[in-house]
C-alpha cells in the first residue's frame, strides 16, 4: 500500500486529479452477494456535489458514477468494484500565477518539497474531489453495514463560533438545512454567521459530529488496530481535518475517573452501559454503546482577500485568489466523514470474523 | 498484520501480558548501521517506569530491557531486533472478583465480547503495560532520528483543570518535575489538585502536547497516509487517549481562513511560515515548520471508590478496586506519546525515499 | 489489501472482467519524474493483443490503454497513474450452456464455490484479459527500470515437446517469430507441432525463461520477502502458470554442492561468480549476476473437441466449447512474465533504498 | 510489514540468528479458543531438530520451546504469540576466516552487498535455524487446521538421483527412516547414495512433496493471492529451496489440453474431479481435491573440500569450512515446508471468512 489506498480487507484506492480526466475509486474485498447499483452511491455523491447552496463552490459538475467492474446481474460478485466520475467542467483556462505560487493553508508548497514538482491545475490530487472516490466507496461500505443493522450518520455540530443546542437535536432537520445542522435555529445563525464571512472575503471551520448505531460489540482491535485508533486515522485522511475526539474526547481531560467511568447496567437482561463518556469504545474495542466522535474542520484556505505569500522562484509577492470556492467545507465534508465511517466501520467488521476459533467453525462446519 | 503491528516499512509488533512471562517487541525495517545498546533504550522505558513518584504505580518494576537480535558489534544488522522486559513482580494472588466482573473504563468486557474470554491478570494485553514494546522500539527510532536532525519532546500541558501558562513555558523543566509540565508553577498547582484526588479516592486526566523539530518538509503522503492522519492512529492506539488535535486543532473550527492561513515568508532565502496554525502540515505533508500536536488522556479508570457494575454472569454489583493504580496516566503516557510520534515519523521518512526518481538515481547511481 | 493488490510501494491494484466494461489497473507508489506518455504504455500492450497469429484468440480488439491521472506534463506526479482498457469487443451472446456448467480447466466451480455466483461472461475475472492490467502497470515499471540500467526479457524456451537448443539462442530472434523463441528452428518446429494440435482440436503449454540484466547486489529481503520468492508469487499469481524455478531450479535437486555452488571469482577487480547456478540470488537477494528464472506454462484449458463435466445443478453433461481460444497460451503469457517480474523487481528496488542509515542520510543530508 | 512477517490476517514474524542470544516467532491473529501447549509446538520442532541421523548437522541443541504470551488458561486469547528458543549451542571460537570470506553458495556477500556488513557468526539471520520460528509458528497452524478437518503431509520424494516409486508410496513410511521417504527402499538407496556424499565431502539435495488433504472448494484469492501464488512464495522464502510446482507442474508443459483438464465428475451426489493435474487449485482457488505441490532442494552449498573464492578485501583465496552440516538440508527441510504450508492456508482460510455477505450474516445475526 503505497497512500492511496485505505483498509486491510476491505480496501479502497482512489484515484484522480481535479482537473484531469476523471476521478475514481477501486473496492477490493467486499463480499459477494450485496445488491449495489449505480444509483445506491449516486445517492450520496450527490450529498457532497457542488453547487447545492450559496454556501458551496458554484462549480456545476453532475459527478456522475458509472460501475465499471465488480457487479453482475445487479450484486456484487466479490472482485474489485471500479467506479469512475469522469470530471466535465475542467475550464481551460491559464492557471497563471496559481502555477508558480503557494497558497497559504494548502498543499501547493509540500507537493513541490515532496514530489519536485505538482499537477498546479484546482489543487491537482489535493483538490477536494479526490474525496468523490471515499464517498462512492463509502457508499457501498453503508449500504452493506445497513443490511447487518449498523447505521451511520454525520452532521454539523458547530459552524464558526455557532454551536447547536443539544436539547434541540433533531437529526432529520440536519438533511433539511444547507449547513447540515441538527437544529433548524442553529442553522439560521450559522448562515448569517457565513454571510458576514463572505462579505468579508474570508471564510470560517466547524465541528462534525458523527454516531454509528447498531454496532455490535466486540468490534476493533486491541493494540494498533483500535476502532477508536481507525477512526481517528480516517478522519485525519481528509483535507482540512485538525482534530478527532471520541465520546468525551478532550473534555475528559479535565474530568474525573469517578465522573467519566461508565457503569455497567443490565436493560432487560442484557449488559449496557449507564452513560457513555466513553463514545462506544472500551480498549478500543467497541462496547455495544453508539459509537459518536466529532471532528474539526479548519476554514477553507481560498480566500479572496490578498494574502502575503511566496512563488516558486523564492520570491515575496501578494496573493488575490479568485474563482470558485466554498466559504466552509462543513456542509459537503459531513458525508465524506460519514463514508469514511462506513469504510473503517466495515474493514474492522470483516476482520473480526476470525478472532474467535468458534466463527471458522461455523463457516467451514462441514 | 493483525492488530499487534505498526508501520509499513519500519514496523513494530508488541506482545505480551501484564502478568504473564514478559512484555516484548520486534523491530523490523530498521535501517542497518544504527549504533544502539540496551542503555540506549533503557533510559526511554526508565521513564515510563513504575514508582517514580507517588503519582505512579508503586509496582516496583526494574523493567530491565534485554537485545536478543539484530544488533551485532554494536550496530543495528538491518534485521528484526527482538527485545523482551520479562516481568518479575507479577504476585501470584487470588484474582477473585477481577477475574469474573466488568470493571467501568476498561476493556474487560469488550475483549469478553471478541474473543469469547480473556486473560483477566492486571488486563492481560490491555494492561499499560504493554507500551513497554512501543516504548523500547520508539527508543530506536528516536535515535535514528536524531541522527537526522530530528528531535522529538512531549511534555504535559494540562493536568485536570490546571493548564501551563505558555509564556513560562520551559521544556527543561519538565523533565524536573513528576509530572511532566513544562512549568513549574503549573506542576505544583497540579501536584495540589492531585493531593485533592487520591484523598477523594477519585483519579483525573490531562493533556500532552508533542513537538517534533528539525522535520523536514516533504514528508507524509497526500492522501490516506498523511502524517497527521498517522500521526492520529498512534496516538489513539495508546490506551486511554480520547482525542487528538493538530496545530490550533479544534480552535481552528472557530477561526476564519483569514487568521488561520500561515502566510509563507522568505527567512535567509529560505521559505517558512511566518505563523504555525497549521502545525507543521499542509495537506498531509510536512511544510518545515516543527510538528505540533496535543492528546487529551482520560482520568485513570481503576479508582478505589466503590462503583456499580455488572459480572460475567450478567448480575448487578458493587466493585471497589484494589490495588496499584496510577491516580493519574499522564506523567508515565508522555515517553508513550514521543516514542509513538518517533515510530510513526520514521516510518514516513523511509516510505518517502522513493518519492521522486532522483532519489533512485543517487543510491542506484553506478 | 485484498487480492487485487500486487506489491508493497509500488503497488498495483487490477480490476475488470473479460465482458465488463472495461479492465484497469491503478498504480500506485510510482516515483515522481519519470517520463510516461500512453504509446509507452500501449508498446507493452500490443505484444499481448489477441489476434497477432493464427496462434492466438481471433477476437479483435484494439487494447488502446488511456492515462486517467497520475501524469502531468509528460512526467509521473507521484500519485496514483490510472489506466483503462474499454472493451469494444463483447458480444452480445447467449453464453447458454456455458452460464451454466463447470467447464474442466477453468475456474468456473472455484468461483461458485467461493462467491456463491460469478460474472460467467467470457471468464469474468479469470480471464486471460485480466493480464490487461498487469501488463500496464509493467510496461512502468519496466521502464523505470530501464532508467536505472535493470532491463527484463522473457522469451520461450519450450512448446510442448519442442525445446530450444542453448547454442543457437538469439534473443532477437525472439521477437522475430509469433511463439517468441529465441531460436529460429525450433520456433518452426514448434509451429508444426502446433498445427497437429490444432487438427487434434486440441492445447499444449510450454515454458517462459524470463532474465534480468543489469540487476544490482543487494536486492531483496533476506527472509519472507526474497527476491527469487516474490518473483514465485507474481509468476504463480498469473493464471495457467504451474511451475516456477530459479537458476538450476529442479535439476539442482539431482546436483551435488560441489558442482552446483557458484565460486566467487574477481573480474576487473570486481566480485562476480564464475557460473550462475544460483540464478542471481543468494539467501534471497541478488548477487549481481543475471536474475533466470523458468515458468511452467499449462496447455490452454478451453479445447474445442468434447469433454465431460458437470453442471451447476449437479447433472453430468457433455460440453464442446466453441468459440475464440489460444491453442496455446504461452505467446501472448510472456509478456506477462516480463511485466510482473518489472513490478516485482521495481518494488523490491524500493523497499531496498532504506536498507541502510546510509542511504537515509544521502538523501536527508543537509 | 518489512521482510521478517509472513501473512495477512495469521501473522508470522520471526526473528534472531544463529549464534545470538536465541530465536523466536511472534503469531499474532491466531484465533481465540484453541487448546494449546508447549508440546504441541515443540513435536514439531524435534522434527527439525539437528542431530538426528548422521545426515544432520551434529550440533546438539535441545530447542525447547517457551510460550511468552497469548496463552492463558490452556487456550488461545486472541492476541499475539510470542515463543522462543534459546541458543544453548553457540561456541565460542574464532570465526577467524568466515567472518572475512564470502562462502559460495551462502549469503554472505549478498547481505555485505545489501547493509553493509554483516552478523558472520553461524551464518547469522541466514542461517537454517532462523526456519525454528516459522515451524513454532507452523505447528500452531497445524493444529487449528486440524480441528477444521485440513491436513498437511509432506516427505522427500527424491535425494539426490534417488526417486521414490509411486507404486511403492507408503505415508507412515516417511516418519520410519531418517530420510523421510514414504518408500523403504528408496530410503535404503538413497542412504547409499549419501555414504558416497560424504566420502567425497560433498553434499546433494533432493525433493521435497507435500499433500494437503480436508481442503473445502473456494479456498484462495483469484488474482494475486492465488492459493498456489501464496504457496509458492512461502515455499521459496525457504532458504535453499529453487523450484515450486502445484499439481503436474513443469509436466503440464508438455501435455495437451486434453490429458491436463481434470474432468468434473459426481461422486456420491458431490462433485468432484475424475483426475487431479492440476494439484488441487484452479484459478488460484482451491477445488476440495488434495492440494499437492514439489519444491526443488539444492544442495547443502557447506561442503568440506576446498573451494575457491574472494574474501571481503577482494582477494581470491582457498576456502575449506569446517564444522557441523548437514550433508543433505531436505530431512529437515520437510517439517518447515509443511509449517510454511499450514501458515499460508489458514491466513487463506481467515481471509476468506468475508468472501460472502452470507457468511457476514452467519457471524453478525443477531
Redo the contacts between chains.
Keep these: 500500500?503505497?497512500?492511496?489506498?485505505?483498509?486491510?480487507?476491505?480496501?479502497v484506492?482512489?484515484?484522480?486529479?481535479s482537473h484531469?480526466?476523471?476521478?475514481?475509486v477501486?473496492v477490493?474485498?467486499c463480499?459477494?452477494?450485496?445488491e449495489l447499483n449505480e444509483a445506491d452511491i449516486q445517492r450520496y455523491l450527490d450529498r457532497r456535489k457542488p453547487g447545492q447552496s450559496r454556501y458551496t463552490t458554484q462549480r456545476s459538475e453532475a459527478d456522475a458514477v458509472?460501475i465499471?467492474?465488480?457487479v453482475?446481474e445487479g450484486?456484487?460478485?466479490?472482485?474489485?468494484?471500479?467506479l469512475?466520475v469522469f470530471n466535465t467542467d475542467q475550464r481551460s483556462h491559464d492557471y497563471g500565477e496559481l502555477a508558480t505560487c503557494?497558497r497559504?493553508?494548502?498543499?501547493d508548497?509540500?507537493?513541490d518539497?515532496?514530489?519536485?514538482?505538482?499537477?498546479y491545475r484546482g489543487g491537482?490530487?489535493?483538490s477536494g474531489r479526490?474525496t468523490i472516490g471515499r464517498v462512492a466507496a463509502g457508499a457501498i461500505a453503508a449500504k452493506?453495514l445497513a443490511?447487518?443493522?449498523i447505521d451511520i450518520h454525520a452532521y454539523a455540530t458547530?459552524i464558526?463560533?455557532v454551536t447547536i443546542d443539544r436539547n434541540a437535536f433533531d437529526l432529520a432537520e440536519s438533511l433539511n438545512n444547507p449547513l447540515g445542522m441538527p437544529d433548524a435555529a442553529a442553522a439560521t445563525a450559522a448562515q448569517e454567521y457565513l454571510e458576514l464571512?463572505l462579505k468579508?472575503q474570508?471564510?470560517?471551520?466547524?465541528?462534525i459530529e458523527c454516531t454509528i448505531n447498531g454496532m455490535?460489540?466486540?468490534?476493533?482491535?486491541?493494540?494498533?488496530?483500535?476502532l477508536?485508533?481507525?477512526?481517528?486515522?480516517?478522519?485525519?485522511?481528509i483535507?482540512s481535518i485538525?482534530?478527532?475526539?471520541?465520546?468525551?474526547?478532550?473534555?475528559?481531560?479535565?474530568?474525573?475517573?469517578?465522573?467519566?467511568?461508565?457503569?455497567?447496567?443490565?436493560t432487560d437482561?442484557s449488559?449496557t452501559k449507564?452513560t457513555n463518556h466513553?463514545?462506544g469504545?472500551?480498549?478500543?474495542?467497541?462496547?455495544?454503546s453508539p459509537v459518536v466522535f466529532r471532528v474539526?474542520?479548519?476554514?477553507?484556505?481560498?480566500?479572496s482577500?490578498p494574502?502575503?505569500?511566496?512563488n516558486c522562484s523564492?520570491e515575496?509577492i501578494e496573493l488575490s485568489i479568485k474563482g470558485r470556492h466554498d466559504p466552509i467545507i462543513v456542509p459537503r465534508a459531513i458525508v465524506v466523514v460519514e463514508c469514511m465511517a462506513a469504510i473503517t466501520t466495515l474493514d474492522l467488521?470483516?476482520?473480526?470474523?476470525?478472532?474467535?476459533?468458534?466463527?471458522?467453525?461455523?463457516?467451514?462446519d462441514?
Excluded at 484531469?20 to 475514481?24: L, N
Design positions: 500500500m503505497s497512500g492511496s489506498t485505505y483498509g486491510k480487507l476491505f480496501t484506492t482512489t484515484w484522480g486529479e484531469g480526466k476523471g476521478i475514481g477501486v477490493d474485498g463480499p459477494a452477494g450485496l458509472q465499471l467492474s465488480g453482475f450484486k456484487t460478485t466479490g472482485t474489485p468494484i471500479s469512475v503557494y497559504p493553508g494548502h498543499a508548497y509540500t507537493f518539497a515532496k514530489y519536485g514538482f505538482r499537477d491537482g490530487r489535493s479526490e452493506l443490511t447487518l443493522g458547530a464558526g463560533p464571512c468579508n474570508d471564510s470560517c471551520g466547524g465541528i455490535p460489540a466486540g468490534i476493533g482491535d486491541p493494540v494498533f488496530d483500535k477508536d485508533a481507525n477512526l481517528a486515522k480516517s478522519m485525519l485522511s483535507g485538525k482534530g478527532f475526539e471520541i465520546g468525551d474526547g478532550f473534555a475528559a481531560a479535565t474530568s474525573t475517573g469517578s465522573t467519566n467511568n461508565d457503569a455497567f447496567i443490565l437482561g449488559i449507564a466513553a463514545g469504545t472500551l480498549g478500543g474495542i467497541s462496547d455495544g474539526a474542520v479548519k476554514p477553507t484556505p481560498s480566500i482577500q494574502q502575503q505569500t511566496v523564492g515575496a467488521l470483516l476482520t473480526n470474523m476470525s478472532a474467535k476459533l468458534e466463527h471458522l467453525k461455523q463457516i467451514y462441514r
